[in-house]
């Protein structure tokens, strides 16, 4: 851990020799408990947790994937915790958190900034009179981490609406990489094969009147609320769907029975097969086993082969 004192402290020295940032340069906090970060609630500590602010991300994280690339120190780069289970003993190394990064830039596109909350860069494109967007309302996370996910609401995926992405790529260079639809699939995209910092997205939008915007974004946020996405901490669906099945993944998982399976503070969502949920004193391993047992007991019924959506993170 000191080493890793040592190592924060020299790449702050360094930032700040570059004109790096403002006056607060970063957040920084030493055995940071993740479980405030996730929106399962759960997590043990992160050895040290890094969130630039102001304008700083860009140039900060590259000093810092850079150096840490060197020391061989692990880098997680944290959205908004939405679609993570991370694991009790905490996470090992660096968690770069993108939400100091935020906003929507207009130059000759709209580009939103990767550690924008989803539902500010929608009320950002409401009040400017955009659409396209809505059918994420209401989704949790950031739109760096909908673009690694290529998340997927109401039948839109992200890619359907990408122009462009902007990455520090492995190489620690700012690039915008235009949309190419092949590179995309469900719940794919080519960021998850790679090691880069999602930047910026670019998105088609439309001028729309805003109380048009304003009604799709409300519609969906009250389905969210009618479905009980908010009733309990989770991270969304807990499987991936797959057309091959015939049917939704929370259907054949309610089929079998298993909505309200509990294992410790984890349950099957009594009202939802494919939502798993922190009833309130959940752990990790908690969760996990449940998911693990789900998918068992699939395999054992159907001979059909579940995919997690949710990422298991950190030192399990
Ligand atoms: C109540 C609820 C409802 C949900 N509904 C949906 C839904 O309808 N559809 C859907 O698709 N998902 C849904 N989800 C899951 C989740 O909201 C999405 O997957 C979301 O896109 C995750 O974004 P995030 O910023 O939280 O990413 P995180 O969970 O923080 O990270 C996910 C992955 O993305 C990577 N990542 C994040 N930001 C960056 C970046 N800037 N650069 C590089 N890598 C990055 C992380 O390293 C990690 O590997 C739901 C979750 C909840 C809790």
Redesign the pocket.
């Given at each position: 851990m000191d080493s890793l004192r040592t190592f924060i402290k020299k790449i702050n020295t360094d930032a700040r020799d570059a004109g790096i940032g403002g006056e607060c340069l970063a957040d920084i906090r030493y055995d940071e408990p993740m479980s405030a970060h996730?929106?399962f609630r759960v997590g043990g500590p992160a050895d040290v947790w890094v969130r630039p602010l102001g304008g700083a991300l860009p140039a900060y994280a590259s000093l810092l994937l850079d150096a840490a690339g060197k020391e061989g120190i692990k880098v997680?780069?944290?959205?908004?915790?939405?679609?993570?289970l991370v694991a009790d003993r905490g996470i090992r190394g660096i968690v770069l958190d993108?939400g100091g990064w935020k906003g929507m830039d207009r130059g000759e596109g709209v580009a939103f900034r990767?550690?924008t909350p989803?539902d500010e860069a929608l009320e950002a494109a409401a009040a400017a009179g955009l659409g396209a967007l809505e059918f994420l309302a209401?989704?949790?996370?950031?739109?760096?981490?909908?673009?690694?996910?290529n998340?997927?609401?109401y039948d839109t995926s992200v890619s359907d609406v990408l122009l462009a992405v902007e990455?520090l790529d492995e190489g620690f260079n700012r690039t915008w990489i235009p949309f190419r639809a092949e590179d995309f699939a469900y719940?794919k995209s080519p960021?998850?094969g790679r090691d880069?910092?999602?930047?910026a997205a670019c998105f088609a939008l439309n001028p729309e009147p805003e109380a048009a915007i304003r009604a799709k974004m409300e519609e969906h946020h009250r389905d969210?609320e009618a479905k009980g996405?908010?009733r309990f901490p989770?991270?969304?669906?807990a499987f991936k769907n797959n057309r091959a099945f015939g049917k939704p993944t929370g259907r054949i998982i309610d089929e079998l029975g298993l909505k309200g399976l509990s294992r410790g503070g984890a349950a099957v969502a009594p009202w939802h097969g494919n939502i798993i949920i922190n009833t309130g004193n959940a752990a990790a391993a908690d969760l996990r086993v449940l998911m693990e047992e789900i998918a068992a007991r699939v395999r054992a019924a159907l001979g059909i082969e579940l995919e997690n959506?949710i990422?298991f993170?950190g030192d399990y």
């Amino acid at each position: 851990m000191d080493s890793l004192r040592t190592f924060i402290k020299k790449i702050n020295t360094d930032a700040r020799d570059a004109g790096i940032g403002g006056e607060c340069l970063a957040d920084i906090r030493y055995d940071e408990p993740m479980s405030a970060h996730t929106t399962f609630r759960v997590g043990g500590p992160a050895d040290v947790w890094v969130r630039p602010l102001g304008g700083a991300l860009p140039a900060y994280a590259s000093l810092l994937l850079d150096a840490a690339g060197k020391e061989g120190i692990k880098v997680f780069i944290l959205g908004g915790g939405a679609n993570i289970l991370v694991a009790d003993r905490g996470i090992r190394g660096i968690v770069l958190d993108t939400g100091g990064w935020k906003g929507m830039d207009r130059g000759e596109g709209v580009a939103f900034r990767s550690g924008t909350p989803v539902d500010e860069a929608l009320e950002a494109a409401a009040a400017a009179g955009l659409g396209a967007l809505e059918f994420l309302a209401g989704m949790p996370g950031t739109i760096g981490g909908a673009v690694w996910m290529n998340a997927r609401c109401y039948d839109t995926s992200v890619s359907d609406v990408l122009l462009a992405v902007e990455i520090l790529d492995e190489g620690f260079n700012r690039t915008w990489i235009p949309f190419r639809a092949e590179d995309f699939a469900y719940k794919k995209s080519p960021f998850q094969g790679r090691d880069v910092l999602i930047l910026a997205a670019c998105f088609a939008l439309n001028p729309e009147p805003e109380a048009a915007i304003r009604a799709k974004m409300e519609e969906h946020h009250r389905d969210r609320e009618a479905k009980g996405h908010y009733r309990f901490p989770s991270a969304g669906s807990a499987f991936k769907n797959n057309r091959a099945f015939g049917k939704p993944t929370g259907r054949i998982i309610d089929e079998l029975g298993l909505k309200g399976l509990s294992r410790g503070g984890a349950a099957v969502a009594p009202w939802h097969g494919n939502i798993i949920i922190n009833t309130g004193n959940a752990a990790a391993a908690d969760l996990r086993v449940l998911m693990e047992e789900i998918a068992a007991r699939v395999r054992a019924a159907l001979g059909i082969e579940l995919e997690n959506e949710i990422l298991f993170i950190g030192d399990y």
